[in-house]
Each structure stands twice: as C-alpha cells, then as structure tokens.
C-alpha cells in the first residue's frame, strides 16, 4: 500500500549543526536525518511516497527551514515529495511575523505553519516548551494568525482539549486558513484528572472543531494518551480514533507517524499495521482517504 506521512520530524542537535534545534527540548536522538527516515518508514512494509517534515521547536526558524530544505534536497529522499511546515512565533510584532511568512512563502516547499499551543495554568506536564501562556486568549497573537490566509498557509495546531472551545472560535473566524488538529488533539490522560472529565472536555472541543468543514484531523502521537506496553495500542484508543473519525469523516482525518518522537515507544511496522487494523472493516476508498488523499488534499501535494 502507498501512503503518505504527514507529520514527522527532521533535527540536529549536534553543536556544529546550523538548524537551531534545542538540545534542552530534544534528548534523543541526536540527530534524525533522511537516511534516518526512509530506512525507517522501509520497515513499515508499505510504499512512502510523500512526507511533511514538521517544524521541531528550532531558536532559528528559518534556519531551520533552510537546513530543512537542504535535506529534502538531497539524493536519499529524492523518491519521496516532501513538505513544510515551518514555525512562526504569532506572538511577536505583526512586522516581524510577515517579514518572516513572506519568506517562508518564496520556499515553495513550505505550505504550513505551526507554533505549538499546549498550556496549561497549574499542570506543567500538558503545558509544552516556548508557551509561557495560553496565546489564544491573546489578541496580537490572534491578530497575527490571520496573515496565514494573506500567505496561503495552513496551519497545525496543537492545543490541550480545555483550550479546544477558544480555538473553535478563532478558526471559524477564519475560513480560508485550513487547519488540521495535531495527535488526536493530545488528549491526556495519564494524570491525576478525573478521566471521564478529561474526555468530556475533549469531545466537547472536538464537536466544536469538527463542525468546521476547514479543520481537519491527525491521528497520531497515540501513546501520549495513556501509557503503551509491548508496542502495543490499548483498546481504548482503537476505540476513540474510531470515534474521531466518526466525527470529521475520513476526508478530514490522516494517520501520521511523528516520527522519530513516537519511535522510542512503537517501531515502524508495529504502528502502521495497528492504525490499518484500527479500519479494516472501511472501505479501500476510505482507507485511500485516511492513508493518503486526505493528507495531499489539506498540504497540496
């Protein structure tokens, strides 16, 4: 089977590196190169035939786009189309943000835009690296994301699911900015929360979300939900990708690998035959969508 990856990452955390990337966020591995990915996504047993390399917290966005675009442009993934998405900080002047997205917009290898949003007032494990606060409820930043659609930008967004009602708000605003939900909207359900309202927030959220015909849906990153033994999924999360797909439909919904991230816990071969068990019983048109259209749809592969 062909497919398309739409959410992975590429880094270097070595100190002689151009690309920025932190090795205060990154721990391991070093680095993750294209020799790095293809032999990794070969084990899959399935055909890579297109990939988006996800901006990964660099303090150098461009250079990191640069350093990006360089590797894409090497011989090892010359079998394999590749992608952006580049990271933006919304929160600076409205100046700097579209110097920096005019630039990005002369790559025609960068279609999107990420700046990471978890936060959480009183749980620092849900609240990520570079978010001191929660920026949809600031109006600069929210000011500023509306330049992604001057540019034709999408944009990925990763929230928690309490923030899920105030980012339904700002999407519907803009119509013209497609924007597709990281990892299953990083439901968390590890902590000491109550579980049954953790998961009422987050299809409370995903309702909201879903009932926008521009926001789409990655189900990736599956383990961050609850703990994952023996590269294995609980029956939990079988059970609540099916749900989410339910609710946006296939059309809108693409299964990713976040790799290197998620391959400490899942090795290649073991998650792609699992997220395939997850729909065996949909239809090859369906499981066309979820694999591969959905995601050269959304990016415009």
């Not at 360089?70 to 900080?89: F, L, M, P």
């Not at 630039?103 to 700046?115: E, K, S």
């Not at 708000?169 to 299953?184: E, G, R």
């Amino acid at each position: 089977m062909e497919f398309i990856d739409p959410h992975f990452h590429y880094w270097d955390i070595t100190p002689t590196s151009p690309s920025g990337h932190d090795a205060d966020i990154i721990k391991s591995p070093a680095q993750y190169l294209p020799q790095d990915y293809v032999e990794d996504m070969k084990a899959t047993g399935l055909v890579l035939k297109k990939a988006v390399m996800i901006e990964a917290l660099s303090n150098k966005p461009l250079a990191e786009a640069n350093w990006v675009t360089e590797q894409i442009n090497s011989d090892v993934v010359s079998s394999v189309a590749h992608k952006i998405v580049a990271y933006v900080d919304f929160s600076q002047d409205a100046e700097v943000v579209e110097e920096l997205l005019k630039t990005y917009a002369a790559n025609p290898l960068i279609v999107g835009i990420r700046q990471i949003l978890n936060h959480h007032p009183t749980n620092p494990l849900i609240t990520w690296p570079k978010v001191p606060q929660d920026y949809l409820q600031d109006e600069k930043w929210c000011k500023n994301f509306a330049l992604l659609g001057k540019y034709n930008f999408t944009f990925d967004f990763q929230g928690n699911p309490h923030q899920f009602l105030g980012a339904a708000k700002l999407f519907a605003q803009h119509p013209n900015i497609p924007v597709v939900i990281d990892h299953l909207g990083t439901l968390y359900l590890r902590g000491e929360e109550d579980k049954e309202v953790s998961l009422g927030v987050w299809r409370q959220g995903l309702r909201e979300l879903a009932s926008l015909a521009h926001v789409y849906m990655k189900l990736s990153m599956l383990g961050f939900i609850c703990t994952i033994e023996e590269e294995k999924y609980p029956a939990q999360i079988k059970d609540l990708v099916r749900e989410t797909i339910s609710l946006f439909g296939v059309s809108r919904c693409m299964f990713a690998s976040n790799y290197p991230v998620d391959k400490g816990e899942m090795g290649p071969r073991a998650m792609y035959e699992q997220f395939q068990e997850f729909v065996n019983d949909f239809t090859n048109e369906d499981k066309r969508a979820l694999f591969f259209e959905t995601a050269e749809k959304f990016y415009k592969m």
